[in-house]
């Protein structure tokens, strides 16, 4: 186990990192917090043995009960707040575009900065008594960390409008009857579907993986046409991968590819 600034860590096995949020009682997201978790994402991606990335927190609690509303006075009406604002959108940022798979497992709580947060992995898995919510609205204030952005892309415009405007919460089934997340668990038994998924990730092709992910996040931004041709530079670079040479290799000599053995061949 690797300890990150003092509230993030690390644990790497079989390819996968796990990265676990310790700041009871509920794990909000604070300065210290953003700095660990940064630090640990940018390790992650110097790492080549790692493959897949899975982001949850210590508890059943919470996964993050939003913001640090501690900070927030020192933050009311200071000019300068935006720099705040940057460094939160720096780590919402990274992990959103972040070249390998990643999975939140919700086990608690996942309110405000932690609904955002969650928003940013590749996939969310909650375990059945979670709650999540943008309650920002009943502080006179509203989701600041890409909630406004990112949640309308996943769940459509209404209902979007619907959580951030009351500022309530829903529970996981509804979660996953919206989309906002992809499976629902029974209670402690997020993280073992989580590993479950990042073991069977593991096994594609890293930079296929890759790849899928800058084509459709390019996309989102983009006309069809433009994210069609951006699809198909994305194609011809997977094919002139050692991984297209394993896999389709594989199948005609009808036994399993083993991905990620080679580096990309040199231009």
Not at 83 to 89: A, D, F, G, M, S
Not at 204 to 231: F, N, P, V, W
Request: hydrophobic fraction near 40%.
């Amino acid at each position: 186990m690797t300890n990150y600034p003092n509230i993030v860590e690390v644990t790497i096995e079989h390819h996968i990192a796990t990265v676990q949020i310790n700041h009871p009682p509920l794990n909000v997201l604070g300065k210290r917090v953003v700095e660990g978790l940064l630090h640990a994402f940018q390790q992650i991606e110097k790492n080549d043995t790692i493959r897949v990335v899975i982001l949850t927190s210590a508890g059943q609690k919470a996964f993050m009960a939003g913001a640090d509303i501690k900070e927030f006075p020192t933050w009311l009406g200071d000019k300068h707040m935006d720099r705040h604002i940057h460094r939160n959108h720096q780590l919402y940022n990274y992990i959103d575009q972040f070249p390998k798979p990643t999975i939140a497992v919700l086990n608690g709580l996942t309110l405000g900065g932690g609904c955002e947060l969650a928003l940013c992995c590749d996939f969310r898995i909650a375990e059945q008594h979670v709650k999540i919510g943008l309650p920002e609205i009943n502080l006179g204030i509203f989701p600041g960390g890409g909630g406004t952005q990112r949640l309308p892309r996943l769940i459509g415009m209404s209902k979007a409008k619907e959580l951030i405007f009351f500022g309530g919460s829903i529970d996981a089934q509804d979660a996953l009857t919206l989309g906002l997340v992809n499976k629902v668990t029974a209670s402690s038994e997020g993280l073992t579907y989580a590993k479950e998924w990042a073991e069977q990730l593991a096994t594609k092709s890293s930079y296929t993986l890759s790849k899928i992910k800058e084509a459709m996040m390019y996309g989102a931004d983009h006309s069809i046409e433009e994210g069609i041709q951006r699809e198909a530079e994305l194609f011809y670079d997977v094919f002139q991968h050692p991984d297209a040479f394993e896999g389709v290799g594989a199948f005609i000599k009808k036994r399993e590819p083993s991905f990620n053995q080679h580096k990309k061949v040199e231009e």
